[in-house]
């Protein structure tokens, strides 16, 4: 079986630092953020969690901001819990893999050339 995903979208908010500690008492750091990946139209938009581990949640951590375009490869994550009312939650997360940061070009701003110089100031 395979579970990978792959998205385009921008980050919603600051990137979030975690500390976990296991059972057998590692601790780990974690980044977790959001990202909303666009539809059809305004209204198909969809919001991932994403949760980073260790060296990727450092650069997560260090290169991304709010607003910053993100391709994640990741795998497909759910975890069914109780709430505080004693009803079931179904909790999906995208576990990053990799990711990009996608940079926008920069706009030219100089003036085209023309093909050849016209004699006597024409």
């Known amino acids: 079986m395979l579970n990978e995903c792959y998205f ?7 990137v979030e630092e975690r500390n976990v500690k296991t059972a057998d008492g ?3 750091g974690l980044a977790q953020f959001t ?7 305004d209204k198909d938009t969809s919001f ?4 980073a581990w260790d060296r990727k949640a450092e650069l997560a951590l260090r290169i991304l901001s709010k607003g ?3 391709f994640i490869k ?9 709430n505080n009312k004693n009803e079931w939650v179904l909790k999906s997360d995208l576990l990053v ?8 070009a920069e ?3 100089e003036e085209p050339e023309p093909p050849f110089d016209f004699p006597n100031g024409i």
């Open 8 to 14: 385009v979208g921008n980050l919603t908010k600051e």
């Open 26 to 28: 590692k601790e780990y």
């Open 74 to 82: 990741g795998a497909l994550h759910n975890a069914m819990y109780k």
């Open 107 to 109: 706009a030219k701003k």
């Open 35 to 41: 990202i909303a990946v666009n539809g059809k139209s």
């Open 97 to 104: 893999i990799s990711f990009f940061k996608i940079e926008k």
């Open 68 to 70: 910053d375009q993100v």
């Open 48 to 51: 991932i969690n994403c949760t």
